[in-house]
């Protein structure tokens, strides 16, 4: 008798809504990293720096709390709640990065 080893069976819709939420957290994360950056005046490199932090930051946090330390229940791969979005986060960023920098200074 050969024993059966358990598959992962993903469902795609599940996979898509947990690939939107993670993009809804980082687009929302850098709203408001992007407003302290500017409204903290940093320009240049430090504001880049400011954000590559921060995404860290809150790939910790996804990782840590909705994931519960477990992403690959969530995920094809562990790695998406770490990379998942992070380009597509840098646009809103550094677009209220440079609305609230020109606004307040």
């Given at each position: 008798?050969?024993?059966?080893?358990?598959?992962?069976?993903?469902?795609?819709?599940?996979?898509?809504?947990?690939?939107?939420?993670?993009?809804?957290?980082?687009?929302?994360?850098?709203?408001?990293?992007?407003?302290?950056?500017?409204?903290?005046?940093?320009?240049?490199?430090?504001g880049?720096?400011?954000?590559?932090?921060?995404?860290?930051?809150?790939?910790?946090?996804?990782?840590?709390v909705?994931?519960?330390?477990?992403?690959?229940?969530?995920?094809?791969?562990?790695?998406?709640?770490?990379?998942?979005?992070?380009?597509?986060?840098?646009?809103?960023?550094?677009?209220?990065?440079?609305?609230?920098?020109?606004?307040?200074?």
């Amino acid at each position: 008798m050969a024993t059966q080893t358990p598959q992962a069976s993903y469902v795609p819709e599940n996979i898509v809504y947990n690939s939107k939420k993670i993009t809804f957290i980082r687009s929302s994360m850098s709203a408001i990293t992007g407003s302290a950056a500017g409204i903290l005046g940093l320009t240049g490199y430090y504001g880049f720096i400011f954000y590559g932090i921060t995404s860290v930051f809150t790939s910790f946090l996804i990782w840590a709390v909705k994931t519960q330390a477990k992403p690959s229940l969530y995920f094809r791969t562990g790695s998406d709640v770490w990379t998942e979005g992070v380009f597509g986060g840098l646009f809103s960023y550094v677009l209220f990065w440079t609305l609230l920098y020109g606004i307040v200074h």
